[in-house]
């Protein structure tokens, strides 16, 4: 059974804007809840059955980290995918006016 409560990471980046320093312990708790979630996904059925029933607010607290990662993922792709859009609709002369 799992009996390590990770924190949720803090992500100190803004998709709107150029990525920022990341501290180490964002990196650390991040690659925590990376293993986190594998540990989880490795156990049975009946395994995260019985977790739920002994330690309920331990499971919500993953599943809200979890969700939080998702949000965050989502938020980040779709800057990367607005930046890659906008370089694809862009025009040669466009660039080369940009340029100058």
Request: charged letters at 25%.
């Amino acid at each position: 059974m799992l009996h390590h409560r990770p924190t949720t990471p803090v992500r100190t980046s803004c998709p709107s804007r150029e990525p920022e320093y990341t501290p180490a312990h964002d990196l650390i708790e991040g690659a925590q809840l990376r293993r986190l979630a594998s540990t989880v996904l490795a156990k049975s059925p009946e395994d995260l059955a019985a977790l739920a029933e002994t330690n309920p607010l331990l499971v919500w607290e993953w599943i809200d980290a979890f969700r939080k990662e998702r949000l965050a993922a989502e938020t980040e792709a779709r800057y990367w995918s607005a930046a890659a859009a906008a370089l694809a609709t862009a025009s040669p002369q466009a660039v080369r006016a940009a340029a100058e």
